[in-house]
């Protein structure tokens, strides 16, 4: 298996002049940088549309991609947009910072003005687009125009008629809504059109794309609305049980996350076509697909809904292998990697196994009593080759901030392992990262919080938090030519350098 390294920098961390990282100029930018640095991948987070708490792992669909991360500067390259209107519209002052309220009025109003402008009626890719995608595209762009119409209220609070999607009710608010549902329809369009672009960039280059995908969708999602029965719904569309994870040392009343859980009995009588379907989508969009709590397919977490908090919920089985063994008939061996972080039972090591994919092994882990799982696991000589080796991950602290807040006891074990009583602790984070590139798994994805030595300022999530997360931006001079070269070096020594 060849040895290969990567980069994690989710597409809004990316530099940008218009308050979030998109598809623009510096995205083109930082595939050359990778190239240069000698990387193989770019791992991103979800690039679906964002809803309340900007997480990418909450969307309102599993097939939309996300309007904030469609270039400004390629619509007034097309004309709809003057590069005089985008440079007026205030997305806020910091550079290293998102501000989504901003973002959802200047981005949406700009977007809105370059669709009337567009004609895109007229335009036969447009239509092509319609066609090709209508399987998710008209139920998605429909719920959109209907939550407007709404107020952005969740669909369970609609009316009755269009919350069941009666078809009278169906029939009167496309014909109402008929601009509007054009509107969110015109947004995937450009959205799939500059991703592709970007995508087939990165490609040429010899970088390849590690895109990520949560298990669950979010309950306020086109999904959830247009597929009831896949999911654990009542006769009146309300869920009775949600998703979440148990209390562990990181959070003493577990993780309430909301997400409806699957019917898999519903899924497993269509021989799981809406997850061959879901990951067909998702290998049309990234090279590799890192599936978001794994664990969940083995047994799954299920909390009663309207709880609070996640301490009354309880284990039920998933579908474990079958599922993975229909993808595989259906779409043929494809690059999965298993987020089988966590709490690990037997049952869920033999399901990681028994697919063949590769698990996540997480270093901060391995010193961390606050962790659940097995901690020897986590440690950088127990890795086996079929396993992709982080320093943390988008949930975790930075590399910099977690060896701080760790214990004397916890930091004193991280020297002892490294054998290292002489670098300063201000930079032992690189020491942590060659400890990993030398590593024997095969692929080794760092983020680039960590290659910059920053502390939790440069956090992306921090888990059962809302408000402040999902903000961090890299700035355009932390794209060191030294840092490249410093990447470029030690990928190189351990032998995962792209030569491509």
Same mark, same amino acid.
């Given at each position: 298996?060849?040895?290969?390294?990567?980069?994690?920098?989710?597409?809004?961390?990316?530099?940008?002049?218009?308050?979030?990282?998109?598809?623009?100029?510096?995205?083109?930018?930082?595939?050359?940088?990778? /190239?240069?640095?000698?990387?193989?991948?770019?791992?991103?987070?979800?690039?679906?549309?964002?809803?309340?708490? !900007?997480?990418?792992?909450?969307?309102?669909?599993?097939?939309?991609?996300?309007?904030?991360?469609?270039?400004?500067?390629?619509?007034?390259?097309?004309?709809?947009?003057?590069?005089?209107?985008?440079?007026?519209?205030?997305?806020?002052?910091?550079? !290293?910072?998102?501000?989504?309220?901003?973002?959802?009025?200047?981005?949406?109003?700009?977007?809105?003005?370059?669709?009337?402008?567009?004609?895109?009626?007229?335009?036969?890719?447009?239509?092509?687009?319609?066609?090709?995608?209508?399987?998710?595209?008209?139920?998605?762009?429909?719920?959109?125009?209907?939550?407007?119409?709404?107020?952005?209220?969740?669909?369970?609070?609609?009316?009755?008629?269009?919350?069941?999607?009666?078809?009278?009710?169906?029939?009167?608010?496309?014909?109402?809504?008929?601009?509007?549902?054009?509107?969110?329809?015109?947004?995937?369009?450009?959205?799939?059109?500059?991703?592709?672009?970007?995508?087939?960039?990165?490609?040429?280059?010899?970088?390849?794309?590690?895109?990520?995908?949560?298990?669950?969708?979010?309950?306020?999602?086109?999904?959830?609305?247009?597929?009831?029965?896949?999911?654990?719904?009542?006769?009146?569309?309300?869920?009775?049980?949600?998703?979440?994870?148990?209390?562990?040392?990181?959070?003493?009343?577990?993780? @309430?996350?909301?997400?409806?859980?699957?019917?898999?009995?519903?899924? %497993?009588?269509?021989?799981?076509?809406?997850?061959?379907?879901?990951?067909?989508?998702?290998?049309?969009?990234?090279?590799?697909? %890192?599936?978001?709590?794994?664990?969940?397919?083995?047994?799954?977490?299920?909390?009663?809904?309207?709880?609070?908090?996640?301490?009354?919920?309880?284990?039920?089985?998933?579908?474990?292998?079958?599922?993975?063994?229909?993808?595989?008939?259906?779409?043929?061996?494809?690059?999965?990697?298993?987020?089988?972080?966590?709490?690990?039972?037997?049952?869920?090591?033999?399901?990681?196994? !028994?697919?063949?994919?590769?698990?996540?092994?997480?270093?901060?882990?391995?010193?961390?009593?606050?962790?659940?799982?097995?901690?020897?696991?986590?440690?950088?000589?127990?890795?086996?080759?079929?396993?992709?080796?982080?320093?943390?991950?988008?949930?975790?602290?930075?590399?910099?901030?977690?060896?701080?807040?760790?214990?004397?006891?916890?930091?004193?074990?991280?020297?002892?392992?490294?054998?290292?009583?002489?670098?300063?602790?201000?930079?032992?984070?690189?020491?942590?990262?060659?400890?990993? @590139?030398?590593?024997?798994?095969?692929?080794?994805?760092?983020?680039?919080?960590?290659?910059?030595?920053?502390?939790?300022?440069?956090?992306?999530?921090?888990?059962?938090?809302?408000?402040?997360?999902?903000?961090?931006?890299?700035?355009?001079?932390?794209?060191?030519?030294?840092?490249?070269?410093?990447?470029?070096?030690?990928?190189?020594?351990?032998?995962? /350098?792209?030569?491509?």
């Amino acid at each position: 298996m060849q040895r290969s390294a990567g980069i994690l920098l989710p597409i809004s961390s990316l530099p940008s002049p218009y308050g979030i990282g998109c598809f623009s100029q510096e995205a083109y930018d930082f595939v050359d940088w990778l /190239k240069e640095a000698g990387q193989t991948y770019w791992q991103i987070l979800p690039l679906g549309v964002t809803s309340y708490g !900007d997480s990418p792992y909450q969307s309102f669909s599993a097939f939309a991609g996300n309007p904030y991360f469609i270039s400004l500067d390629a619509l007034v390259e097309e004309g709809v947009l003057t590069a005089a209107e985008c440079k007026k519209a205030n997305f806020g002052r910091k550079a !290293d910072d998102i501000d989504y309220s901003r973002l959802y009025t200047e981005r949406g109003r700009l977007l809105r003005l370059a669709y009337s402008r567009s004609d895109i009626g007229h335009n036969e890719a447009f239509t092509a687009f319609c066609e090709k995608n209508k399987w998710w595209l008209d139920d998605f762009a429909l719920f959109m125009a209907v939550k407007d119409r709404f107020e952005g209220k969740p669909w369970i609070e609609w009316a009755e008629d269009i919350r069941l999607r009666w078809q009278p009710a169906m029939d009167y608010y496309r014909r109402e809504l008929y601009f509007e549902v054009e509107y969110h329809k015109y947004l995937q369009f450009k959205f799939e059109e500059q991703w592709r672009k970007l995508k087939a960039y990165a490609n040429s280059k010899g970088i390849q794309i590690i895109g990520d995908i949560p298990i669950y969708v979010a309950l306020d999602s086109a999904d959830a609305w247009a597929n009831p029965g896949l999911f654990q719904l009542d006769k009146d569309n309300i869920p009775t049980a949600v998703a979440g994870v148990p209390p562990d040392g990181f959070s003493p009343t577990g993780q @309430l996350w909301g997400n409806p859980l699957y019917r898999w009995e519903a899924h %497993r009588a269509t021989g799981y076509q809406w997850w061959i379907t879901r990951l067909w989508y998702c290998f049309e969009l990234y090279d590799v697909v %890192r599936i978001d709590h794994f664990r969940g397919f083995d047994e799954y977490f299920s909390i009663p809904y309207g709880s609070e908090t996640a301490v009354d919920g309880h284990w039920e089985k998933g579908p474990g292998i079958e599922l993975f063994r229909a993808v595989e008939q259906a779409l043929g061996k494809r690059e999965i990697i298993a987020e089988d972080l966590g709490y690990m039972s037997d049952t869920v090591r033999q399901l990681v196994r !028994d697919s063949g994919f590769p698990g996540m092994k997480v270093l901060e882990f391995a010193f961390d009593s606050r962790d659940t799982g097995s901690a020897s696991d986590y440690l950088p000589h127990n890795y086996p080759v079929n396993s992709v080796a982080y320093t943390g991950t988008h949930d975790n602290e930075t590399l910099v901030s977690w060896y701080q807040t760790i214990s004397d006891a916890e930091r004193a074990m991280v020297r002892d392992y490294l054998y290292d009583y002489a670098t300063p602790d201000e930079q032992l984070y690189k020491s942590m990262i060659a400890l990993i @590139l030398r590593s024997a798994a095969a692929r080794c994805i760092i983020p680039m919080q960590d290659w910059l030595g920053l502390d939790n300022a440069a956090r992306i999530n921090k888990p059962s938090t809302v408000g402040q997360n999902w903000r961090w931006r890299l700035k355009k001079t932390q794209l060191t030519k030294k840092l490249q070269k410093e990447i470029c070096q030690l990928t190189t020594r351990y032998g995962r /350098k792209n030569w491509a």
